[in-house]
């Protein structure tokens, strides 16, 4: 007889993994390679190392070595928040009255609140072994500025965080928290540096973007030999520091015999799906399993579904290396009703070319539906998702409803990456009545197309 | 030779308590009983049943029965969180440099983000059971409305909190928390009771306070055969619930074989601590250890050591039964600097006995030093600890710094009771140096002792 399933599934402090999981390793057609702006030609190591911590960059190129050693400095730290629970929703699960059996894997029970702080301490401990004083980073809604606040502090590095000046204006929450761990937090655009000035110059009075926030970021980090620029989504590397979700989940469901049907979770940048997936993902493309994957964005910024897979800019300055992704242009702006994360105009390029190989699925859902979701979740399972995770909660809900109607047991298991506690203004609106949906027109999609650098498409 | 003890010991959920333990019964001088204001003879059962659930009139009565069994249905809410995680604070005692070993007892992973919710599902459950429709509270900082939001969502149970005005217009997001949870949340004063009309024609414009709140809550609840008040701290049963501390903290340290020496926690209303300390507390009246037990108080609020030992109202409304307690006087207010909660003029019954008893020892320390406890904490151990536990950690790390003169190799426990998102406020008053000390001169105190009531103290 199977063994009963706990609520929560802990693993032990030994078993949280000792290696990352390389996804790009296993894959068998693997990403384009970015490109330098400057020459169009693929990115070498030497054109990311003024920017980047060296290890990363090492990190970032490397398509061969499926697993990575986590050095035991970084599982000491992930010994004090991880490994996260796996928890079986039968609360969930009976509110539906369906068949199937819903997983989510709760990255939230960390002060940052999300998945993001286990790349913010690799990137951190890499920075410290290189002897760097200092990095930069920017930030919108906050998470990922305070995850990189708890890492430095906890390893001693100056931190310098440009946050959204509209965002630390509307979140000053989260701005105390970043500075509460030590960090300085400079609303952008800012005059510290010259890409901030000159937009300062031209728009007096601007709110920010996270565009310029990256270009002044960058700046700050590029004009100093201790100190470099670290970013929290997209990149490889970062997935690679994010596949310890996956990991995790795959023994904790492991131990007690049960193997997944779908695997679903929330896409922005795609590191927290891109670190869910990888080992099972690894698993599909060698044919040891036939998981069902499907990424869930907003409708409101629907890169997956509605995007074109080209090469562009991964920030709308205009100033980083070109990706081949997803993109809807890194001209493209959410519309203002939107809440959360979720944002990004384009795709990691990993989970772009996942999804171009057919290897996973993606839907766009709605904002409403996604707060309704949010609500039920809430009052069931007792954990105030963020809006991001809603997302995943939302698919999970709609596929065990399915299941109820054809009466299929499938096994899901999502990603619920973080909690809502500094995203009550949205949950606010959701409980006024006052939340409105947001679908991008062709034509608006059209323009946000048209900022794709006009360059040959087939590197 | 002993087991490596992990950063987070985890018992499983079939190790959740299956009863709780009432210290009432352990206590050879039990604590004086409640009165009833109008007759002044000790409160009976049928004084009580009006306003609390029957189920909750027993416990708070009960002086006989040492463990009382937790509902199963109470259980598995309890799964939903707990066992809550007892952490070796590896990092804090090697930045303090300390021989000493310290442990905390972490109430805050969840999304009431304290120890509330361990009483609020058992008092919700109980008002279900009891086929009560409603129960109303109210709520000062918050950290009780939502515990009790999340309970009643869960049990299909209705809520009305009344929420001190100026608390809900300085933290909205906790009230859309509430809201989220489906409770109708009133500022108060409101016209929608009595108490509330008069206060609101007496002083148009006030912004309310606890007194208040708490009048208007008892007497909506007692209007309706269907409607209970249920109360979040101060009371035996809410501390008889906390229990759950105490019993799950025992039984880690005892499965690496660690006795602690001393036992430290925040006290306010004296629920949390008296629910960590009862077990062991239970076991050094029956002479089986020799712990020290030290309550840690706002010097702000201190009721214990500078607080007189008599007949009380619990509220500064003076409707509430009188319980004999250390109290600064039922119409005592902390200064307006105070920040977070431990601002209430009692304390239970029951921890003012142990007290009184020379059972337990209690200190008072000022709000800057309680912040720089809190900030070494979030920047050490990485979790942002409520205002009101970080009276602990500050007690905890002196405690520790001692033994770092002396050489002792001191076993530490204290109680972590929850997280400071909600506290952010507080938090940029002390990033920015603006936060301030307050303590009470003697004519201060006399104020507050000029309302206790002129009554027989020797009952």
Not at 242 to 269: F, H, N, R, T
Not at 357 to 376: C, I
Request: glycine share 8%; hydrophobic share 35%; proline share 6%.
């Amino acid at each position: 007889m199977a063994k009963q399933i706990p609520y929560k599934i802990y693993l032990s402090e030994d078993e949280i993994p000792k290696q990352w999981y390389n996804l790009n390793a296993a894959m068998k057609q693997k990403h384009a390679p970015f490109l330098n702006p400057a020459t169009l030609q693929p990115c070498t190591k030497d054109d990311l190392r003024p920017v980047f911590c060296d290890e990363c960059v090492d990190q970032e190129m490397n398509m061969t070595d499926e697993y990575i050693d986590i050095p035991e400095e970084i599982r000491a730290f992930y010994k004090m928040y991880r490994p996260s629970p796996l928890v079986r929703a039968y609360v969930l699960e009976k509110e539906l009255g369906t068949p199937a059996e819903i997983y989510y894997k709760f990255e939230g029970n960390n002060t940052s609140g999300s998945h993001k702080l286990n790349s913010a301490v690799a990137q951190a401990y890499y920075a410290k072994k290189q002897g760097l004083k200092s990095v930069t980073t920017e930030t919108g809604a906050g998470q990922w500025g305070t995850a990189l606040s708890m890492a430095c502090a906890f390893y001693g590095l100056d931190l310098i965080v440009y946050m959204v000046k509209v965002s630390s204006e509307q979140k000053p929450h989260r701005k105390e928290v970043m500075r509460t761990y030590g960090a300085t937090v400079i609303p952008s655009p800012s005059d510290t540096t010259e890409a901030g000035r000159k937009i300062l110059a031209e728009f007096p009075g601007t709110g920010g973007s996270l565009g310029c926030a990256i270009s002044e970021a960058v700046e700050r980090a590029v004009k100093s030999d201790s100190c470099r620029y670290v970013l929290g989504s997209v990149l490889d590397h970062v997935l690679l520091h994010q596949s310890v979700i996956g990991l995790e989940s795959k023994a904790a469901l492991e131990k007690y015999g049960v193997q997944p049907d779908m695997i679903i979770g929330c896409v922005g940048g795609g590191s927290n799906y891109g670190g869910l997936i990888a080992p099972f993902m690894g698993d599909k493309i060698k044919g040891k399993n036939n998981i069902d994957f499907l990424g869930v964005e907003p409708a409101s910024c629907p890169s997956l579904t509605r995007g074109k897979f080209v090469y562009d800019f991964c920030d709308s300055a205009k100033i980083t290396p070109l990706a081949k992704m997803y993109t809807l242009g890194c001209g493209f702006m959410p519309a203002p009703n939107h809440a959360g994360g979720l944002r990004y105009h384009g795709m990691s390029p990993v989970v772009s070319e996942l999804y171009h190989q057919g290897l996973m699925r993606a839907t766009a859902v709605e904002q409403t539906k996604v707060f309704e979701a949010a609500e039920l979740f809430a009052r069931t399972e007792g954990i105030l998702p963020a809006p991001e995770s809603s997302h995943a909660i939302r698919a999970a809900i709609d596929e065990a409803l399915k299941c109820k109607q054809t009466g299929e047991k499938k096994v899901i298991l999502f990603g619920l990456t973080g909690t809502g506690y500094f995203d009550m203004t949205a949950y606010k609106q959701y409980n006024d009545g006052t939340m409105t949906d947001y679908i991008p027109t062709d034509a608006d999609l059209e323009r946000g197309f048209a900022s794709i650098p006009d360059i040959p498409q087939n590197k």
